[in-house]
């Protein structure tokens, strides 16, 4: 089995096989769907997928790292990031999956 990345030309190719709706109806569909989530997310919403997980914006606040080269400590300035939680049927799934092989 190869390690590859899934891609939304994958994701609307699946759509086409499984439910038949036509490549550029599956391809927009995919689309519609990935912008409702980046939508929801810019106007501050979580964005939960029951069965699945649940996207969120998280502030981080500012803080020392260190450059792992040097040793030198740099500040890190605050920002917004992007976070994804499985949810428990998806991590049930998915190590019952890893598990058979």
């Known amino acids: 089995m190869s390690i590859g990345t899934v891609t939304r030309a994958d994701l609307a190719e699946a759509l086409y096989k499984e439910i038949g709706l036509s490549r550029t109806e599956s391809a927009a569909l995919v689309e519609a769907v990935i912008d409702q989530i980046i939508n929801s997310l810019i106007s501050g919403e979580n964005v939960k997928l029951a069965g699945f ?10 803080r020392i790292g260190r450059n792992p080269k040097t040793g030198q400590e740099v500040a890190i300035t605050p920002r917004r990031v992007l976070t994804f939680k499985p949810s428990q049927v998806m991590r049930e799934r998915v190590d019952s999956a890893l598990s058979k092989r």
């Not at 997980?53 to 500012?62: A, I, Q, V």
């Open 53 to 62: 997980g649940t996207f969120s914006l998280r502030d981080k606040n500012e």
